[in-house]
């Protein structure tokens, strides 16, 4: 099957970003998929990852049928206050990134059960970093270390560990990726 990595353009892609992320929410998944298959934690609004989209474009797979592969977000640190589950990562990134280096954070990504382990997800990571690297320093996100699968999937791809915290009874691990 042929995966075509771009940056979203439509409202269509944006509703179809919602239902598998609605599809692979923590709540919404089993314990035993979560362990074996991983999970995401934030729910975005439609008006809020539009918001983001029209700042920086999301990256998106579609397969050859036309059906969304994997997402992943990008959300510009000025929308540090939009998401409350998101504001204590900042209070722990904020000493540890240079004033003046450009970073974009990996929002949330996500690869639909019927694409996974076929190279979705590093090739989500290969087009975001393709787009941003002109403009920005580093990668940076933040993990549930709960979510072995997205933990490990990370490292593969890249990513160091910068720091851990908990926040919400919840242990985080942020991680960045050089571009």
Partial sequence: MKITYSSTKTDKELVQI???????LYRNVSN???????????????????EMNDFCPHTIAIDDQGNLAGYALSMHPSFRDKI??????????DPL?????????????????????QGVFRGLYAHMKE??????ITIVTEIDALNNRSMQA?????FEEMARYTANGQ?????????
């Fill in 32 to 50: 035993e998929e979560k362990l074996a298959e991983g999970f995401v934690t934030v729910e975005h609004s439609y008006e809020l990852l539009k």
């Fill in 18 to 24: 919602l239902r598998l992320q609605q599809e692979n």
């Fill in 84 to 93: 409350d589950v998101l504001k204590p990562m900042f209070q722990v990134i």
């Fill in 97 to 117: 990134i240079a004033s003046e280096e450009k970073y974009m954070l990996m929002g949330q990504i996500c690869v639909s059960k019927n694409h996974r382990k």
């Fill in 131 to 136: 787009q941003l690297e002109q403009e920005y």
């Fill in 154 to 158: 990370h490292k593969a791809v890249g």
């Fill in 171 to 179: 242990e985080w691990v942020v991680v960045r990726m050089q571009l």
